[in-house]
Structure formats: C-alpha cells, structure tokens
C-alpha cells in the first residue's frame, strides 16, 4: 500500500484473513473524461439521469471533491462540481434506487478539510428535479467524531463507519434506523463484520444478502445469516492486489461490484470492475470506445 493512502485510513495493515475466492475476472475501468492522473475513487450513478458522480483527490488522496459527469454522447463530460456541493471536504455519494435522495460525507459545517470533521448529510430531491437544500443528519447518526460511507439497505438500516466511542476496536461499522417517532437508533454491527482494528465502508448489496466492507487490507465480504451477519471473508487476489481498494459500488442486480484502488504513478487511484457473476454490461458505457480493458488482472 501506498503511504499516501495509508495517512487517510489511519494506517491499515492486513489482517491475513481466510481468501474468498474470487471467481471472475478484475479489470480496470477508465473512461475517457474522468480517469485522470489524478486520484478517482467512490463512483456512484444517478437512477434518474444515469449521470456519474465520484470523488477526486489529489496524488497524495487529499482534497476531497465530489465531482459529477454525464455522457455527451461520444465521451463522459468534463466533471463539473456537484450541484448540491459546499465548501470543504465533501465524498461517498449514494443515491437511494429511486433516485430521490443522494447521501453523503461533507464537513460542510465548517468548511474544514480535516476528516475528523466529516458529517453524513443527505439531499433530496424536488419535484422539479432540482436538488433541495442538504440536511446534516442528526445525532445519534452523526457523532463528535468522523463518519464514513452512508449507504442505505434494502430493510432500512443506514450503514456506516465511524471512530466513535462503543467500538470493538477502532474504526468500527455501525448502522442506524429513524424510527415512526422520528427519533434515530444506532447500533453497531457486530462482531462478525468489526475487529479490534479498522473497517470503514459498509456497502450492502441491492438484495440485502451481502455486505462488502473495506478494512484493514482491503474489501471484505458477509452474508446474511438467520441470526445476522456471519463472520467476514476477505475477497481473493484478484480484488485485493495491495489492501488499497476503496469506495465499492454494486450494479443495480448485484452481478457486478466497481471499486477504486491505488495503482501508484503515473495515475495514482483508478476504477476496476469485478464481474462476479458473467459479463454484466456494466458500468455503463458511453460512446463507441470500449473503456473496459479485455486484459485480466493478475
């Protein structure tokens, strides 16, 4: 792993945990338009507009900005800053499967570009199709330390990470549900998913029967038992190359996962997609140029 990306997960050494294996090819994913020598990661597309939404950062995985672009019809466009962004640092972008809310971490609060300050916030959308004004949620989901990855299941409980007080170590998953009364609980989510030492992103399948989660050395994977979650496997060698990837998205079916990883000079983080389950015509392609490399990563 690269030190670079080792400052922004508070050091992350890998745990050694049993492989899973992974069945199908990883390849890189590099449109034209939004790969860059920069730092991509956390893609996210809009239901309604089929736009791409993602997070850039410097070389050295700084500066976080939320970024958004559409397909002109030959190429994706120049990205542009998100409409519903704000000064300081802002990433994770999320949208519901309907389209009508994005979640995601900004310390718009502040203006602050220090991650301890990170808040999950959540837009919705009007009936004009314009973004409304985004609201912080409130405590107990946000805590006086950062929060990491909002991402919504299928049942309703909202998923994240945080290094908040409770743990079972440090970075730890937790999950929480608004009740009728409008009141929020939070749990954490248990021993089968958090170790004495980090986990960060909680990325349920579109099914509810999965849980990818990115923690020390890299993506993870529960399934859902009768009881809960049962304990974690690491993903095989062919996603975890060096325990830097990050930011996974599940296609619509679930047949496919979209992650980033650090793939050090000259383009720093790049996108590659893991056909789980044969050759799912996703992420989806813009124009006649094929950005999906055929090459299987080793």
Same mark, same amino acid.
């Given at each position: ?49 089929? @736009? ?28 542009? $800053? ?24 900004? %310390? ?38 950062? @929060?990491?990855? $909002? ?26 549900? @608004? ?23 909680? +990325? ?6 999965? +849980? ?24 095989? $060698? ?6 830097? @990837? ?16 650090? %793939? ?35």
């Amino acid at each position: 792993m690269k030190p670079r990306v080792v400052a922004f997960w508070l050091a992350l050494t890998p745990l050694g945990a049993v492989a899973a294996a992974a069945s199908s090819s990883v390849q890189p994913w590099t449109p034209p338009g939004v790969s860059s020598d920069l730092f991509e990661s956390h893609p996210a597309f809009d239901p309604r507009t089929g @736009e791409l939404y993602f997070v850039r950062s410097s070389k050295s995985f700084s500066g976080w900005r939320m970024l958004h672009s559409h397909c002109d019809g030959t190429r994706w466009s120049d990205p542009l $800053p998100a409409a519903f962004a704000a000064p300081g640092a802002e990433a994770d972008p999320w949208f519901t499967p309907d389209g009508r809310s994005v979640y995601y971490i900004s %310390t718009r609060a502040t203006g602050s570009i220090k991650s301890k300050d990170l808040d999950i916030w959540r837009a919705d959308r009007g009936a004009d199709g314009h973004w409304k004004t985004p609201v912080r949620l409130p405590a107990p989901v946000n805590s006086e330390e950062a @929060e990491w990855f $909002p991402r919504l299941a299928p049942d309703g409980w909202l998923y994240f990470g945080s290094n908040r007080p409770g743990g079972l170590g440090k970075n730890d998953i937790w999950r929480a549900r @608004e009740t009728e009364s409008g009141a929020w609980v939070v749990e954490n989510a248990g021993p089968a998913i958090n170790t004495a030492g980090d986990e960060y992103e909680p +990325l349920p399948s579109p099914d509810g029967g999965r +849980l990818i989660l990115m923690a020390d050395g890299g993506l993870y994977q529960s399934r859902l038992g009768l009881q809960g979650w049962l304990p974690r496997r690491k993903l095989g $060698p062919e996603v975890n190359v060096n325990g830097s @990837e990050i930011g996974a998205l599940f296609s619509p079916s679930g047949k496919t996962l979209l992650f980033a990883r650090d %793939t050090g000079e000259p383009k720093s983080g790049e996108f590659f997609v893991w056909h789980i389950d044969g050759q799912e015509a996703w992420p989806p392609q813009c124009g006649a140029a094929t950005t999906t490399a055929s090459a299987r990563i080793e």
